[in-house]
């Protein structure tokens, strides 16, 4: 069965950093175009960060562009998310999620469209001061 774990939430500053996990069971991430969606109270999930399953090409959504980056080790079934200069906006509970791939374009229009197929249960990041 097909599983995803998020780790690495919690507390920080304005203008700290984290650095989430999302490690894959169950499957391997050879395949798979994985990606990171957040959820703010009362807002609409949104995506971050996607990294495409095979040469490591990544697109992120404007609000993150130089501050966050995405990487992956399949290695270890793991992908992560890097996070610098944070701001109180980026509050919300980060998800990652799994999207069988195609190709890159299917992939990129799935992550726009947040309809990515298999989902981990979150990890909280607040920034506050």
């Known amino acids: 069965q097909l599983q995803l774990a998020e780790s690495g939430g919690g507390l920080v500053q304005p203008g700290g950093s984290l650095r989430l996990s999302c490690a894959a069971s169950?499957?391997?991430?050879?395949?798979?175009?994985i990606a990171w969606f957040r959820q703010a109270p009362g807002k609409e999930r949104e995506g971050v960060s996607c990294?495409?399953?095979?040469?490591?090409?990544?697109y992120h959504a404007d609000s993150v562009k130089g501050r966050f980056t995405i990487s992956r080790d399949n290695a270890k079934n793991t992908v992560y998310l890097q996070m610098n200069s944070l701001k109180p906006e980026d509050t919300a509970i980060y998800y990652c999620?799994?999207?069988?791939?195609?190709?890159?374009?299917?992939?990129?229009?799935?992550?726009?469209?947040?309809?990515?197929?298999?989902w981990g249960q979150g990890t909280q990041v607040t920034v506050s001061s």
């Open positions: 990294i495409s399953s095979d040469d490591g090409t990544t």
């Open positions: 999620a799994a999207h069988r791939e195609t190709t890159w374009y299917a992939s990129v229009r799935a992550f726009t469209r947040v309809r990515f197929g298999s």
């Open positions: 169950g499957f391997t991430l050879d395949n798979y175009a």
